[in-house]
Each structure stands twice: as C-alpha cells, then as structure tokens.
C-alpha cells in the first residue's frame, strides 16, 4: 500500500473502516496509522505529500485533490456566445481608431498567441488556448485589417499543419486534448494562400522601414507615397520592427512544420535554412521588449503574455466552453511571454537536431540517435516530428522495409534479401515488432519505459516462433545435406540479433528507471544486480552477432589462411563490447559495494511500512519477469548473489579498477565518436571515484564507525558515486 495525503484536507474519522472489520491473515499485518495521518496534518503544508523511501510521484498512479481547479472549476463563462462577445465589443475591429493604438493591440495580439500556442504544446486544449482568440473564430471580420489577416490565417494553418503530424504520429495519446479540434475553424476560405498574404504584408512594412530610416530631405517625399503605420514618427522605425519580426519568425516556422513533412526527409536542408531564419527572429522578438515595455504595467515580466505588459484585445479563454461542447472546462495559466520564447527556441533546438540526422540506414546506429535526441527531453511536437521521419508508410524513413532494415542489422548476406526464408511470417511480425520499437522510443520517458516492458514479451514470443522455424529449417537440412544451407545460417543470424534487441530493450528499460527517477536508495543495490546481468547478456549477444557476421564475411572474401594480422585482429574484442563491459564492471562493483555497506551495517536500512523487498523487487522487475528475461532471474537468485558480500573479499578485487582500464583501453576506438567517447569519459570518473571510495572505506570504515555513506549522480545520470564523509 502507498500513503498519500495533503495537508488542509478534511477527513471523517469516523467514516474510515476499523482495522478489526478485516481480518489479518498470514500475508497481512495491519497497523493504525491514525497517529501518522494526524502528524502528517499538522507538519505539512499545503499541497505537499508524505515522501516514503518507496513513494515518489513518478511512482503514483495519480494525486487527486478534491476541488482541485484543474480538475473541477466548473462552467464559468462571461459571454453565451461568440456573437454575443462580438456585439460586447470584445474584438473590435478596426482596434482603434486610434493608429498607434491600434499597431500597440495588433503587437499584443500576436504575443500573446505566440503564448497560447506554446501553451497548447505543453498539453492544453486548443479552444483554450489560441482559439481563446475571438478574431481566429470569426476569419471573416479581419478582412479589413491586412496585418491582422495574414497574420491569423498562418496561425490557423500552422496549427493544422501541427495536429497532423502529432495524429499521424499518434503520441496524442500523451496529452489527449492535443488534436481534439472541437469543431473550431482551422481551415477558413483563403488560407491556403496565408503566405503570399503575409509576404505583401512583410513587404509593405519593409517599405514604411526603409523610408521611416530614410533622412528627414527625402521622408517628405516618402510620405506622399508611404503612409506610416502611426502617427508618431519618431516610434515608427521601433514599431515597424516589431511588427516585422514577429511576421517573419511566423512566416519562417510555418515554412518549418510544412518542410520536415517531404516525404523520406526530402526537406529536412530547407528545414534547417528557416529553423535558423526563426531563432534569429526570436531573439529580435526578444530585443522588442524594451521598445515596447508599458510604462504602466507594474507585473513582472514573468507573468506577461506580451511583451509591453498590457492586456491582449480580442481574447477570453472561457468562450469555447460552451459553444464546443466537447470541450472539458478546465482552468489553465498561460505560459508567459517570455516563457513561450524559450519553449519556441528549445523547439527548434530539436527540430534542428532532427534535421541534422543523415537518414542513416542502420537500425543500431538510429538507435543511439534517438536515445541521444531523448536525453534533450524535447516535448510532443518535436517528438512527434521525428516519428513521422522515421516511419512513413510502414517503411524506414518512407523508403528502407523492415526486412531490408532487419536483414542490414542481422548482417545477413545481400543474397539473403530475395531468399524466401527472408520473408517467413514471422520475420515479417518482426519487422512490424521494430517498427512499433521505434515509435515506443520517441514517446516521453514515462511512457516509453511502460511501452518497452510490454513489448519485452512480444520480442521474446518471436523469438521462440523463430527458434522452431529454425529448428524445423534446420531438420529438414540435415536430413537431405551435410552442409549448412543459408537459409540455415540467416535464421541463426535473425536469431541472435533478435536476443540482442531484447535485452537492449530491458536495459532501456530499467536505465529509464533512472531518468525517472523510480528508485530509491535503498533499492540501488537490487537495481544494479539486475542491470549487471542484463549487460551480461547483452555484452554475449553482441559479441556473438559480431562474430557471426566476422564469420560470413570469411566465407565470402577470400583472405590468406592464418595470417598472423587476421589472428590477432580475430582475437580483439570489439571496442563495442568492451564498452559493454566496462559498465558491466561498475554495475557489478556498485552492486557488491552496496551489499557489502547493508551485510556490514555501515548503511542501515529502514524497512518501508508499506512493502516488504520482496514486493518492492517484484514492483520493478515484474515484466522483464514474465518475459522470462533473463531466464532463471529471481528474487532468491539475488538475495544469494549479495548475501555473503563483504569488505574483505571485495576490496581483493576491485570492478571499478578493471572499469577504469577498459575506459583508458576503448578511449581512442572512440574517438571519431563524441557522443560515445563522452559517456566512456564519465564512466571513467565513476569508476575512479567509486575505486577511491571503496579504498577508504575498507581502510577506515573498520575502526570508524562515524563514516556515512551516500550515493550520489554527480557524473553519469545512472551509474552512482559513492560519497563518504564523516558524520
């Protein structure tokens, strides 16, 4: 059982079932926790939680606060209708009558849109967020404004562009408001032609720039022609600025979204040509505030929806709620101004990151691409984008199929791709297994470590079904030749790769437990033994798959017998491995180091009223347990495995020193690889001040008992140092 509960929150005693109506049984000891409850009450604020060493918020399956605004504010709408709030003069048109007036209103409206759409990113209903804007729900009324009707005609054609690569992506399921439309007018007569409108626009305004910067003999003659935006010309160069940036960052970031769309990445240069053109616009956008800043607003500039402080016209969150019945009433706080700046710029970080990809055709190395692009934690859109590049049509990229993909990562031979065992049914299943693979990596962390555990088993049903195939492949050869077939030697190849991509799956499982923060300290060592023997089969899998392919590639080359450069290259490991191996090092030096701390009492362990190990133990590791991965991998095996851990035995031989000279070993195999020779740094410093710690715990930690012992992620996000300081 897990506790929560919040301060401030009224409770009937008397409503709560006595312990005594339900009886204990050999698996249950019950307890009062009405002393807990009452503590609890008294000592924590509101909104805050009781944090036991086996409850997180990650961990819950939700919070509930009764009133909660979010969850129950109720209808609460100042107008019945979207006419009703026309003829209120809610959205004026024109704004003003006054010009400068109405170039101030037009800069607010387009700030604070660019806040409700970065809103509705983060999750938010669009009828509450950029539908909130009166003038987007009636297009026809600012046919009158050019500015202002270009301006949202790209709005609504981004914004449909947007709900259709996240529905086609279908990582809505995330933030289920995301793609619903209620009904609302994304599409209005002429919006296909938003972009020649704003580019008019954009030129006109260039124009009233270039001749407000003109000197004072010819601006007369200007002015018979050009007519300025306002009427006070010494503001006209920063107005006509203002309005210029904020026109082209939407401009440039339509052309974005619609780019990253082309079919098999075709667009992904031009993609990165206006990525660029949008985040210089973003930081002239941002230079803007001190031009435009109202004297008059006395808020923060972290609770602005604009950037001169002023209220936007024109806006009213509450007016879709019930005009688009569909739509849940929940109450929302915009992201400021300057907050949906920097949502925009982190955005097209990752879109950017995106489009630098090279399409590469190997299934390993997308793999690490997309792990490395995850660990920006880029939101829906971004992730959503880079799920439709990789698959299109149920194919990689739009163009590779899942067998040749399958074939290219098992390095089957090129002959193999028109052998009909190539397209058996269930190599065919995996191949839809991979593509459901690659979608599950571009979910949130939450998600993705979900998804990953259920398909382990999917991945380890195929790979029985192949194994049969291949035995009954394998039979019918033997009986009819003594050599081996190909067909023979691709079921083993399909194999092995198969076994490998499962248990690179449970360990992106268990290290986004990590990233999650799903583990407690007291739960690091059972962690780390699990992670060891995972890496472990890993490491054998892709040894073996490298072997396999090394042994193909001899039969089909024809190099000199027992040359003395052969053997030796034979002999090596592959840096690939060894990289496995040096993390194997420190998962098992970490596992023993902790063990050894609890059997020694150097760390005690306070036992959680809610679970006992064993259950905390199943609570994690349940579904690599039922796809049996790895097989015999049990409670009992681990108790064992740390039950004679000890300081004596362990300081004999240290992992973390043999995880050291890996490190220094694979350092230069790495270096045409950033990323990798990054993470072999880190793994580095972990082990050497993981061999440190243990040193001088062994030394002093027998005659001084004062000496505390944490762990800590200083420098790598999974694998922990260990601190130790005196009390």
């Not at 954009?202 to 003109?214: G, T, V």
């Not at 710029?345 to 997308?366: A, G, H, M, N, T």
């Not at 083993?492 to 499962?502: G, I, N, P, S």
Request: charged content about 25%; glycine content about 4%; proline content about 4%.
């Amino acid at each position: 059982m897990e506790l929560e509960t919040t301060s401030k929150t009224s409770m009937d005693r008397h409503a709560l079932r006595p312990t005594a109506a339900i009886p204990a049984t050999e698996n249950t000891v019950w307890a009062d926790a009405s002393p807990l409850l009452e503590a609890a009450c008294t000592e924590l604020q509101d909104g805050e939680l009781i944090h036991g060493d086996n409850f997180n918020l990650f961990a819950a399956m939700s919070a509930l606060e009764i009133m909660d605004p979010k969850m129950d504010p109720g209808i609460i709408s100042r107008y019945y209708s979207i006419d009703e709030a026309i003829e209120d003069g809610a959205a004026p048109i024109p704004i003003s009558l006054d010009k400068t007036t109405d170039v101030q209103c037009t800069i607010d409206i387009m700030d604070h849109i660019l806040a409700c759409e970065a809103t509705w990113h983060k999750g938010h209903s669009l009828a509450q967020t950029v539908f909130s804007c009166i003038y987007l729900l009636r297009p026809e009324r600012t046919t009158s404004h050019p500015i202002l009707d270009s301006f949202f005609r790209v709005i609504r054609a981004t914004c449909k562009a947007v709900v259709s690569v996240v529905s086609e992506a279908r990582t809505h399921e995330e933030e289920d408001l995301f793609t619903m439309a209620y009904g609302l007018p994304l599409i209005a007569n002429g919006d296909e032609k938003c972009l020649s409108l704003l580019n008019a626009v954009e030129e006109n305004i260039s124009r009233q720039l270039r001749a407000c910067k003109s000197p004072s003999s010819k601006r007369k003659l200007l002015e018979a022609d050009i007519e300025p935006l306002q009427s006070n010309l010494d503001a006209e160069e920063g107005y006509c600025k203002s309005l210029l940036c904020r026109i082209r960052f939407r401009k440039h970031f339509f052309h974005v979204v619609t780019s990253m769309r082309r079919p098999q990445g075709r667009g992904m240069e031009l993609a990165r040509k206006h990525i660029a053109a949008c985040i210089s616009e973003l930081e002239s956008i941002s230079e803007t505030a001190v031009f435009l800043a109202s004297k008059a607003c006395d808020d923060g500039i972290l609770e602005r929806t604009t950037a001169s402080g002023r209220q936007p016209i024109g806006f009213d969150s509450t007016v879709n709620s019930r005009t688009s019945a569909p739509t849940p009433p929940r109450s929302i706080e915009l992201l400021s101004w300057k907050k949906a700046i920097e949502y925009f710029e982190k955005l097209l970080r990752d879109l950017d990151f995106i489009c630098s990809y090279s399409l590469d055709p190997s299934l390993e190395v997308l793999m690490r691409f997309v792990v490395q692009f995850q660990k920006a934690k880029p939101d829906l859109v971004a992730r959503a984008h880079l799920q439709v590049l990789l698959v299109q049509d149920g194919k990689l990229y739009g163009r590779d199929s899942t067998l040749a993909m399958i074939a290219r990562a098992a390095g089957l031979p090129e002959a193999a791709k028109n052998y009909d065992v190539i397209k058996n049914e269930y190599i065919v299943q995996l191949g839809q297994l991979v593509i459901n693979m690659l979608r599950i990596l571009c979910t949130n962390a939450a998600w993705q470590r979900r998804k990953l555990g259920k398909i382990l088993q999917d991945w380890r049903v195929i790979y029985v079904q192949l194994e049969v195939a291949f035995t009954n492949e394998y039979r019918e050869v033997s009986n009819t030749s003594n050599d081996e077939s190909l067909s023979v030697r691709i079921f083993k190849q399909v194999l092995v790769w198969v076994e490998e991509q499962t248990y690179w799956i449970a360990h992106r499982f268990l290290i986004l437990g990590f990233e999650l923060d799903l583990y407690s300290p007291g739960e690091y060592c059972m962690v780390y033994w699990y992670l060891y023997v995972i890496l472990i089969r890993l490491a054998e899998k892709t040894h073996l798959k490298m072997s396999t392919i090394d042994e193909a590639a001899k039969r089909k080359g024809k190099k000199r017998k027992d040359s003395p450069k052969n053997l030796a290259r034979e002999s090596r490991i592959p840096p690939a491995v060894l990289f496995l191996q040096c993390q194997i090092c420190i998962a098992e030096g970490l596992t023993l180091l902790l063990a050894a701390l609890g059997n020694e009492l150097m760390i005690l362990q306070s036992p959680s009223p809610f679970n006992s190990e064993y259950e905390r133990f199943t609570q994690h590791f349940e579904l690599l347990q039922k796809a049996c991965i790895p097989d015999h991998n049990s409670y009992p095996s681990f108790k064992e495995s740390i039950s004679y851990a000890n300081f004596s035995t362990i300081v004999m031989y240290n992992y973390f020193k043999d995880a050291q000279k890996i490190a220094k070993e694979i350092k230069s195999s790495f270096s045409s690889d950033p990323e990798r020779l990054d993470e072999v740094r880190r793994l580095e410093q972990v082990a050497e001040h993981n061999s440190i710690a243990l040193n001088v715990i062994c030394r002093v930690g027998a005659v001084d008992r004062s000496l505390k012992v944490s762990f800590e992620f200083i420098h790598h996000p999974c694998f922990a140092t260990a601190v130790v300081k005196r009390h």
